[in-house]
Structures are given as structure tokens and as C-alpha cells.
């Protein structure tokens, strides 16, 4: 996998992507799905989530981009739910009102159905498709908690109900909402099996973080080097948010669930967000404070810092880890 397509198509298109660029949800999807038609067919999912983000005029779309590049890396049968001419948003729903960890979860497969709901769903109301964690009846795993695994739903099917939830203070742009399931019937979606193969937790809740800070992340320096080009700011700056790129794009390749993996990545992460830290970005292009890409950016940064606390401790454990095999006392 290279993200040397997207790179290439952004300087190719550098003079048109920010110009009059979508405002609404619908319309950068329409562009989004335009392009992935006619020029990006063949791109990796790494590639859509940056070109994704370089169609953004708001960081909102670029995150829309990465997350739905993270879900189609994680469960690639997703794919098969789109069609020729467009992307069907699909939405992955584990935070319950409880929290998000196994222990959490509630919503419970019974008798071929599922009911439960979850508390924060984001693109929920754009989604047509739901990924949902929940319990597998009583069945307990050998680590002492409910068994979980995946399931596959129809956005609109019956016994489904998504409700808009209040517009968040960064990225208003897109819809988070909460997800009601009433006795649903598990069944096929469009050929797709509904209930997805393997453990729900070591098999998707667990790895769906690393990849979606992945191309989430990615899609975002996607949306400021098409802003670094349109804004003529350093070139210095371009060439650190293609670095940035490419950097992500390697770690792509990796297994999320390797400690290797989550420390290169928190290293990664760290560089990006002194990269997009909005003083930086006003420090080297003052001519920026006071436009509305600085303002949107310096409203939506908090994107890059949102999830800290599960980050530092996924590195935490992972040095815990390594550590732990050179010295088994540890």
C-alpha cells in the first residue's frame, strides 16, 4: 500500500479542491463519491481517506472520510454494500450508557434477534448501515466477561431507530446520534452475513481504535495539505504533512493489535499534533489568523486530542508489554 496516488492526485488538483468547496454534508459526499468514480476507484482505503480529507472543506468531512476508510479496512464485506456510483455510510456502535468496555455492553443477542441500545453513534443519521457490539446471550469468554460479537443491521430496518443527538461544540457538521434496537431480527443484509466471524472484542471493538486513529489522522492531514497548498503557506509545512502521510500509510500496513504498532503510532500522533496545533499553523502563516479555515480548524482541533486518555493507556500497556518479555518479573 502507497499513499502516493492521493499525494499525487491533491498537487494535480491543488487549484481546484479548496475553491467553492461543499458545505453541506450531502455535497461533499457527492463530490467524495464523484471522484472515487471517475479517478479513485483503484485507491487503497488509506488513499480515499486522504483524498477524502483534500475534498474537505471542513474538518467535519475529512473525519467522515477516515472513519468510513477505517470501517471498510476492519470489516472489508462492507464494501459490498456499496454500489457503483456511491459510498453507503455505515456507522460502528459500541459506546453504551455505561461506558464501552465489554463489561459495558448490554445489548444482547437472543433467539436470533437484538435489543439494546448505544449512546454515541457518530455519522449516525448519515448511516445507513450499523455495526453493533453486543453480548451473545450468557455465554462469558475466559476472561470472565459477556461474550461479544459483531452485528450487521440495516440503518432503516425494522425495529431500528437512530435519534439525532445535540450538535457537538467541534465538528457540527455531522450528525452523532443514539441507536435503539427493539427485538431486531438478525438476518443477511443484501448478501452480507449479519452476525460478523470471530470474537466481537479481540476481532473488532479492540483493533477499530488503532485503525481509525490511523485513517482518521490521515484524512485530516489530507484536509490541511490541500488548505497548505490553497493558503500558499510554507512549503516546509506541505512537506511535513506528506511525511506525516506517508509515515501513516506504513503504519496501515501493520497489525493494529501489535505493541510495535501502538508505539510507532503514539509516536506518529504526537508529531502530527504539534504539526496541526493551531498556534504552529498561525506562527508560520499569520496571514491565516483571522480566515475562516483558521477559525473552523481552531474550533475543530480538539479532533486530534479527543481520545488522549485511551491512547495513552493503549501505550502504556504496550511498553508494559515489550518490557514484560525481556523480563518476565515485570
Known sequence: MSATKSLAWIFRNRKSI????AVSFAQWKKAYDTCIQLEASSFSQ???AVLGGALSKYPA???AAGYQSAIRT?????TKLDNSNELSMAAFCITEKQGNRPRNIDTCIKDGHITGSKSFVSCGMEAKYVLV?????????DRATPKLKMVLLSADGEGVRLQRKPEMSFIPEISHAE???TATEIKPVHGVEAILPGDGYDCYMKPFRTIEDTYVTAALLGYHMSLSLDLNLPSGHTESLMNQILALSALSELPPAD????????GTLRLVDSLLDPTHIAAIGPSTIGSDEFARWNRDAKLLTVANSIREARTKRAWQ?????DDPTV
Open 18 to 21: 479548496q475553491k467553492g468547496g
Open 46 to 48: 488509506f488513499d480515499k
Open 61 to 63: 468531512f475529512a473525519f
Open 74 to 78: 476492519l470489516v472489508p464485506d462492507i
Open 133 to 141: 457490539a453486543a453480548k451473545n446471550g450468557s455465554e462469558i469468554n
Open 179 to 181: 441507536l435503539h434496537m
Open 259 to 266: 505493541d510495535e504498532t501502538h508505539l510507532a503510532l503514539a
Open 321 to 325: 508489554n515489550i518490557n514484560r518479555r
